[in-house]
């Protein structure tokens, strides 16, 4: 079973993000982690891997301290990585992002490619999907289960109000989501190997892509400012009874807070 | 000159500060609480193989050099001082006498399950009147019947009650002091080896902390850890300079766990409508803090590439202890203050950090010898 997993390195959920000048441009303060949706990914590629045999591929697009990303799943167990490492992949929106990480998928045998249902940091939940439609090959999204068997992938998708059970036939693009799985802790060994493994690296011409296809240039999508989310006083006063109270204020903490 | 670590290094310091944010952060209270040894979270470090960090890979070690091994210890310690200090015995002086100087039935017998968490290992140096004068040594070692008959007691002992082997310091001839002393290995269930009185300790809770005592124990020839008899303190020397600066490590540990606690308080805590973070008498903690927390970082990472490049680092090693030590007793001093009287409660880590940063004035020398051999450096003997 080969299976090719899409990751990405995301600000780390506590890191200081400003909005610069008249709201075009973003200061990230350098602190990175892989997204978290990606995790669940590359667990449950390991864990196939595990079960039916195979090797595992992570593949990720960026410059810099992406890198990380790549060693983490190296300390986890994967076999081999790649690094989309170019000016021009850079700034692209999902399309471009997309285009690009198929191209590379595309080289590689695959059987299943996993990635996170979105990105914690822009949250679009674009690639995977489009990932799909460029290789041609089916989608399921939001997955909380997967087996495999026969040539086919039953897997279980997070619907409104309950799940789906779906099957498609390999390949398939699956995009992973919260209970899937618990991502492992790396063994020393593998943080070791991770530390001095040289990571091969592609450029868009290894990929047959122009500049002008990837990245901000082939972008659909241009953004044209950030806007800061509206302040909020500190403390809001929940009336009603206390079972009402109680339903409203984790409403407010789930959908509005977003902190569960 | 070159002061950042490694893009390699950075990535290990990036990793094991996420494993032990999620296996040992949240072990740490309960660890205190309980001053019970965590046999959960040993068994997962020896399963992650952090136990055999330091070692090569022939005895299947990880290979870590002294610096990444000393972002291992800081880490650690800013996790659970209880938990740190127990694994960095295993590791350090309770494997390494093992591994230097062991036969391979040894190595295989204590140092490779000790490697995987199978077995715990310890050093014995002090006894109930001596510590850093290793010359009172009052254990003794008899060459009888082609081994050795080891009797005293040992005190302080580190991993001591729970250990399945000890080396330990005994003199083969008291009057040559510290020239008469040597390392042997013991393993539990040797006739006459047993644990005494388990210390009810202050800080660092969840190490097992005691007394163990040598009654006419016999060992065979080969359990003499060394090439040359009466090289006891010649050997220690060895790794003297790593147990220092890894002790300087630890109280960057402690130190940056308090730290954060402090931190986050100040910007929460509310005192006349705005957060205690923005009055400048609290600014100016932090200011000094991290100034001190960053002055000691650099001297125990500068002897810890020091030990790395084979350079002297006698000295380096023992001021990093005594800078990072003071510094870190600082720092949890401050944090408590800050945290007003919250700091003072069992219910918050504060007053935790203030108990277990104590346990570092002792480790490595007392500061008091550390001053006056730095002074004998600087000055001369006479």
């Known amino acids: 079973m080969n299976i090719v997993v899409l990751a990405k390195q995301v600000p780390d959920s506590e890191a200081l993000i400003e909005i610069k000048g008249t709201g075009e441009k973003l200061e990230i303060e350098q602190k990175f982690a892989t997204s978290l949706f990606d995790e669940f990914a590359l667990e449950e590629a390991l864990r196939v891997r595990e079960r039916l045999g195979g090797r595992v591929k992570v593949i990720t697009l960026g410059t810099g301290r992406a890198v990380e990303v790549l060693r983490t799943a190296i300390a986890m167990g994967v076999d081999d990585v790649l690094l989309l490492d170019h000016e021009a992949f850079q700034d692209g929106d999902g399309y471009a992002t997309a285009l690009a990480l198929s191209r590379a998928v595309a080289r590689e045998a695959r059987d299943i490619v996993l990635c996170g249902k979105q990105a914690v940091d822009d949250d679009r939940g674009e690639v995977g999907p489009m990932v799909a439609q460029f290789l041609g090959v089916p989608h399921v999204g939001s997955i909380v289960k997967l087996d495999i068997a026969d040539g086919k992938a039953v897997a279980e998708s997070l619907v409104d109000d309950g799940r789906v059970v779906v099957e498609v036939p390999l390949p398939a693009v699956l995009t992973a989501h919260k209970g899937l799985n618990e991502p492992r802790v790396p063994l020393v060994a593998g943080v070791m190997k991770a530390m001095r493994a040289k990571i091969p690296r592609a450029t868009p011409e290894d990929l047959g892509l122009a500049p002008n296809q990837i990245g901000l240039a082939g972008s659909k999508v241009r953004i044209k400012r950030y806007v800061a989310p509206k302040k909020r006083s500190q403390v809001r006063f929940i009336d009603g009874d206390a079972y009402a109270a109680a339903t409203e204020a984790v409403r407010s903490l789930m959908d509005v807070e977003r902190v569960i | ?382």
Not at chain 2, 9 to 38: G, H, L, N, Y
């Open chain 2, 1 to 382: 000159m070159e002061f950042a670590l490694t893009e390699e290094q950075e990535f290990f310091k990036k990793m094991i500060t996420e494993t032990v944010d999620r296996m040992v952060v949240p072990k740490a209270r309960q660890i205190d609480e309980t001053d019970e040894f965590p046999w959960d979270l040993w068994r997962d470090f020896g399963r992650l193989g952090y136990l055999g960090l330091r070692y090569p890979e022939e005895v299947g070690g990880m290979n870590a050099d002294p610096v990444t091994a000393m972002i291992f210890y800081e880490q650690i310690a800013r996790g659970s001082v209880g938990f740190a200090q127990s694994v960095i015995m295993n590791i350090l002086m309770g494997t390494y006498f093992i591994y230097r100087f062991g036969s391979d039935e040894i190595k295989a017998r204590c140092l490779h399950p000790a490697m995987r968490g199978e077995k715990i290992g310890t050093m014995c140096f002090t006894e109930d009147q001596s510590g850093s004068d290793l010359s009172a040594t009052r254990t003794t070692a008899v060459e009888e019947g082609g081994g050795w008959v080891i009797n005293g007691t040992k005190m302080w002992i580190t991993n001591g009650p729970i250990a399945d082997m000890a080396t330990v310091l005994a003199t083969t001839d008291a009057k040559l002091g510290a020239k008469g002393l040597n390392f042997f290995l013991v393993e539990k269930g040797t006739p006459g080896f047993s644990a005494g009185q388990v210390l009810d300790k202050l800080g660092c809770r969840g190490t097992v902390t005691g007394e163990l005592v040598f009654d006419n124990v016999r060992v065979p020839r080969e359990n003499l850890l060394g090439e040359e008899k009466n090289k006891g303190t010649e050997y220690l020397g060895e790794i003297l300079d790593e147990v220092r600066t890894m002790t300087g490590a630890m109280a960057l540990g402690i130190a940056q766990a308090a730290f954060d606690e402090g931190l986050e308080y100040a910007r929460k805590r509310v005192a006349f409508g705005k957060s205690i973070g923005s009055y400048q008498l609290i600014r100016a903690k932090f200011a000094e803090m991290a100034t001190e927390m960053e002055a000691s970082r650099l001297m125990v990472y500068y002897s810890a590439w020091r030990i790395k490049e084979k350079l002297s680092s006698r000295k380096e090693a023992a001021m990093a202890k005594m800078l990072a030590t003071e510094t870190c007793l600082r720092v949890v001093d401050e944090v408590t203050r800050i945290w007003g009287a919250n700091g003072f409660a069992r219910e918050f880590d504060p007053q935790r950090h203030f108990r277990d940063a104590r346990f570092l004035l002792y480790g490595g020398g007392t500061h008091e010898i550390i001053k006056d051999f730095l002074g004998r450096q600087i000055i001369g003997k006479s």
